[in-house]
Each structure stands twice: as structure tokens, then as C-alpha cells.
């Protein structure tokens, strides 16, 4: 016990970091792959681009230095602001369907009601389907004046529903949302029903004969027991939406005007149509802090609820 204290005590020198290291050399190979791609298509980029944000670079002649220049001049953007609460918006709607949805699908397949077999393969096919292939389909679906949907309206005398899904100011965000969240309940429905499934059948054999009806069975013991991978499919859903670009662009360009402007589409515009590569550039380093300061959020409050736990 003596000796072991002595070494937990021991102070840590290069000599004795370079022993350690030398140890377990074989252990560290292996985990040498997964560092240098993470160098090389992570750590790098990112140092890059927030070193491009301090110059007024149009990717050909050569960069000025501009030190916060670009900073200051997104922070007094409106397409920004507008952008970023497009974006906000986007990230909370999704993720509050996508998991309420995800959540509810989890629950009638785990009760096996009527079909649940086939049900469990259906909602989970969108997922498989790439994002740009379900927008370009939608797209078709909701054009306003052949689209499957308005023509549907039209022979069912519902003329008045017959709406310009992606041309109007009003509409165009919220049915890329509506789109995103068909796509995307499977996945969390998924992950929730993996979560569901672990809880013991005793559990629910108790609750039977007490009288539990299915509304609070899911809510006050369903729930509680799998809260944490609950928060853990939020922090996710929010980290995947806060990131969408493809869906937005397939769709409506961000458009009409910048109704449905996300902070992944003007990145774009910026860089490649105003060739903007620093402003571009200091709009990727704000994308990269928001998300890092939620990763770091989930990161605090799934190490409290272990904790709590133990």
C-alpha cells in the first residue's frame, strides 16, 4: 500500500513520461493511424481556416493581413444574424421532432402492436437514403404547380392547401424541416428503441399489475430509465442540425432570398460565388466554436449524470 502511494507521489518527469512511453510503445502504434487522420483532416484544417479568417483572401492573389477585421465585420452582418437564427431554428425544431417522433415509434414497436415488424423497417428506410437524393425527391413532390402534393389537393377539391411549399418567404424553412424530420425519426428511433429494449421485463410486469396505462408507463418509468441516452440523442440531433448544409441547398439554395439561409449555405455563397475566402473563412471558426462549446455542454452533463450515478 506504502509503495503504491509512493508512486502515485512520485513526481512526473520527462525521464519518467519517456519510460511510460516506451512501455507501452506497441499500444501506441496502434493508436497512431487514428492520430495522424485526425492531424491531417481535422487539427490541420481547422488551424488553417481560423488562419485564413485573419486575412481578406479571394483564393487566387495573394492574402492580406487583416488581423479581426473579418470578426467584426460578421458581427455587424444582418445575412449572418439571419443566417444563425435560420439555423437556430432549424436545430430546435428538428431536434424536438426528431425525437419526440423517434421516441414514440421506439415505444410501439418495443409493445408490439399490430405491424410493429413492418413499421420498424419502414421508418428506418429514409435514413438509408442519401440526403441529396431525398431532397432532389421532395423538391419534385412540392414543385407548386405539377408536384405530386398540390395536384393530391387539387383532385381531392382542397385547393385552398395547394401552397408554393418551397416559394413562399413563410413556408420554405419550415418544409425543409418537415422533410429533414421524415428523414432523420428513424435514426433516433433506433437508438431509442436499442435503450428501450434493455429495460427489464419485470419492470413492466410490475407495472401491469399495478394498473400502469400506457401513457404514464411511457412517461414515468419508460422515460426516467432511459433519460440519459435521451440526452445523449438530443446533443447529437442538436450537433447534426446546427451542421445541415446539403438538404438546404437541394432544395431552396437558401432561398427565396435568404428565407431558408443557414450558416452552412452562406459559408458557401460567401466563399465560392463572392470568393470571400477570409470572411468565409472567420464564419467557419464561429460555426466550429458554437459546436464546440454544445459538444463540451453534453460532454459536462453526461459525465454529472455518471457521477450522480456512482
Known sequence: MESGMKQMNRPVTIAYWLKSLWRYKV??????????????????????????????????????????????????????????????????????????????????????????????????????ISMTVVGVLFGKILEPSFGILNSLFGKLGLESLQLAWLGDPDLA???????????????????FL????????????????????????????MLPIVKRVVF??????????????????????????????????FLYKTAFRSEQFGYASSISVVMTLIIFTISLIYLYFSNLGRHEKE
Open 232 to 265: 445523449m440523442v438530443i446533443m447529437l440531433q442538436i450537433i447534426f442540425s446546427f451542421k445541415v448544409f446539403d438538404i438546404v441547398w437541394v432544395m431552396t439554395l437558401g432561398g427565396p432570398g435568404s428565407a431558408s439561409e443557414v450558416l452552412g449555405t
Open 173 to 191: 424553412l419550415y418544409t425543409i424541416i418537415g422533410v429533414t424530420v421524415w428523414q432523420y425519426s428513424g435514426f433516433t428511433m433506433l437508438l
Open 27 to 128: 499500444s501506441y502504434l496502434f493508436v497512431l493511424p487514428s492520430v495522424v487522420l485526425f492531424a491531417v483532416f481535422m487539427v490541420v484544417p481547422l488551424v488553417r481556416s481560423f488562419s485564413y479568417s485573419l486575412y481578406d483572401w479571394d483564393g487566387i492573389t495573394s492574402p492580406q493581413f487583416t488581423g479581426w477585421e473579418n470578426f467584426e465585420q460578421l458581427f455587424r452582418d444582418e445575412y449572418f444574424w439571419n443566417a444563425l437564427k435560420n439555423n437556430i431554428i432549424f436545430t430546435v425544431l428538428t431536434t424536438v421532432f426528431t425525437c419526440l417522433f423517434g421516441f414514440l415509434f421506439a415505444v410501439a414497436i418495443d409493445r408490439r402492436l399490430k405491424g410493429w415488424a413492418v413499421f420498424k423497417f419502414t421508418y428506418f428506410i429514409p435514413v438509408m
Open 194 to 221: 436499442a435503450a428501450i429494449e434493455e429495460i427489464s421485463p419485470e419492470i413492466h410486469d410490475a407495472a401491469t399489475l399495478d394498473g400502469v396505462s400506457g401513457f404514464k408507463r411511457m412517461t414515468q418509468i
